[in-house]
């Protein structure tokens, strides 16, 4: 079995919802939802928040995450990505002696999130050898239909081959679900990107599936995670 850490990308400063990454989110401050979910699955030997707040290090470690070090400014700000803040953490762990083969970057707002989820990424980065590993869902309606608009006003369709197809003669079609994304760290390191040519999928449903960049997404999202803890779907 390979060795694992968490990152979980935590910074200060959310503008659309502020305090974000601590908010109370159905009774406890949102990344503690991630951090339980990590621990709960039994594949990391540390779980480790990078951030660039205080306040936000002293909640993760109250629910039992680490933060060992503080994120840089400039890789807390609106336009540092995932890939880099991930690479500024192996840096460290290399640093301290402690490169582990992989990681599993980990968002803070994630609380759909389960450890069965975790470890079928996990299963699959161990059992095929990929480069990485993360949660992908299905579009709700066929994108291979989709329609642009045009310079006069008018709608076309951007593959008008696919006009008169049934649905089920069409691809179905994933995207990021934006939960978590598991590398393998030494080609990571040698390449910092999280998509390649052979990442494979973590699929889950649509419906646990939520953005949480506005005030009415948050709202959205707390009421259907009560419910999916209340009815035993979050475990």
């Given at each position: ?5 968490a ?37 990391f ?24 070090f503080?994120?840089?400014?400039e ?8 890939a880099?803040?991930v ?50 869902t299905?579009?709700?309606?066929p ?38 994304y ?54």
């Open positions: 079995m390979s060795e694992a850490i990152i979980i990308p935590a910074r200060g400063g959310s503008k659309r919802i502020p305090g974000k990454n601590i908010k109370p989110f159905n009774g406890l401050p949102m990344i503690a939802h991630s951090i339980a979910a990590a621990k709960r699955s039994g594949l030997r540390r779980i480790i928040v990078s951030t660039d707040s205080d306040e936000i290090a002293a909640i993760a470690e109250a629910h039992g995450g680490e933060c060992p503080r994120r840089p400014p890789l807390a700000n609106d336009t540092a990505s995932t880099a803040v690479l500024h953490g192996l840096d460290w762990l290399e640093a301290q002696g402690e490169l582990p083969e992989l990681v599993c970057c980990f968002y803070a707002t994630a609380p759909f999130v389960t450890p069965d989820d975790l470890k079928q990424g996990f299963e699959v980065m161990d059992g095929t050898g990929c480069s990485s590993a993360f949660t992908v299905s579009f709700d309606a994108i291979f239909r989709a329609f642009q608009l045009t310079e006069a006003g008018t709608l076309a369709m951007i593959w008008p081959e696919n006009e008169m197809k049934r649905s089920q003669e069409l691809p179905v079609a994933y995207h990021d679900a934006g939960q978590f598991w590398l393998d760290v030494a080609r990571f390191r040698t390449e910092p990107r999280i998509f390649r040519a052979d990442s494979r999928p973590v699929i889950i449903p649509r419906w646990r599936v939520q953005d949480i960049d506005t005030p009415e997404d948050w709202q959205r999202a707390e009421l259907l995670h009560k419910m999916l803890t209340d009815q035993g779907l979050l475990r």
